[in-house]
């Protein structure tokens, strides 16, 4: 019974972690690409969400 409580603790934990990382890498990218098309489209979220961007 323990071991379906720790599998069940651990599979509900990993959507998450793969989320949260796979979101900050897209904002990391996206922060810091140079590219004027994407500066130009993420630019006012950039601003909203206080990350720097010149």
């Not at 904002?27 to 810091?32: D, F, L, M, Q, V």
Request: proline share 4%.
């Amino acid at each position: 019974m323990t071991a379906l409580v720790q599998s069940a603790a651990k599979s509900s934990v990993l959507p998450f972690v793969a989320a949260m990382v796979l979101g900050l890498g897209i904002i990391t990218i996206a922060g810091h690409v140079q590219a004027s098309t994407l500066h130009d489209a993420a630019h006012d979220v950039r601003h909203a969400t206080g990350f720097p961007c010149h």
